[in-house]
């Protein structure tokens, strides 16, 4: 689950495997890729790019993330979202079993779909498949309730990413009050408002707990010296506890 996710249904769609004439990819992939119609759709060349970068996506991180499930499931659709701050793209990981997740791609994005794929698709990507590897997801999610924890595993596909891509986007930038934001989070009771955290605050805050995530995933790694994949074996309390805090 990633900044701007909006919960919302995904219909029966097709599947189609990768082609030879799709990808430059020489191994067999292990995704299943879908395209749900939406607002005009894709183009035959659009669909092959997106593709050829979500199979390329899927064997690097692979290599990385040895707990990543096989024959994974990705629907992917065309939205008329404003997603400037992550790049036009934007997704979520809908269930663990089966491994499913679902991209959507904004046509809006400066550039249309083409320049949203290759600014954002490749981060969305490492981000959902790394919660597939820890077992973060929407439906039948392994991990306990509580924004702190939802901070943590957040903040752990956003470095993630970051880490591997290079790539840093303004909706997961954290400000120079992260440390009272962490306070805050670890005060709140385990029943605390998802989407006010997560997402749009009353006060008018964006993305708390990516932000905050962020945050004490860069500290733990300070404070340690570890990487980001031996972080990814830890609980969220052992990483909140290496960052500092309690």
Known sequence: MYSFKILLLIAPFFV?????????????????ISFKEGREGFTDAQQALIKEVLIQSEHDVRDLLP??????????????????????VTGRTESNSPPRVSIQISGEFPGGVGQAV???LRETAYHELHHLAK???IKDNRWEPGIATAAVIEGLAVVFAE???GTKFEANHYPAEADAWVREILALPPNANYQHWMFQ????????????GNYLVRQAMEHTGSGI??????????????????
Do not use: C, M
């Not at 189609?16 to 299943?32: A, M």
């Not at 031996?230 to 309690?246: D, F, K, M, N, V």
């Open 229 to 246: 994949l031996e972080l990814g074996r830890l609980t969220p309390g052992e990483i909140i506890e290496l960052a500092g805090y309690q």
């Open 118 to 120: 290759k600014a954002g």
């Open 163 to 165: 880490e591997y891509l």
């Open 67 to 88: 707990t990543l499930p096989g024959e994974i499931q990705i629907a992917v659709e065309k939205v008329d979202w404003d997603l400037t701050t992550v790049g036009g």
């Open 135 to 137: 077992g973060w997801a």
């Open 201 to 212: 605050h009353p006060d008018g805050r964006t993305s708390i707990g990516y932000r905050t």
């Open 16 to 32: 189609f495997n990768p082609e030879p004439g799709d990808t430059v990819i020489k191994r067999e992939s292990t995704l299943h």
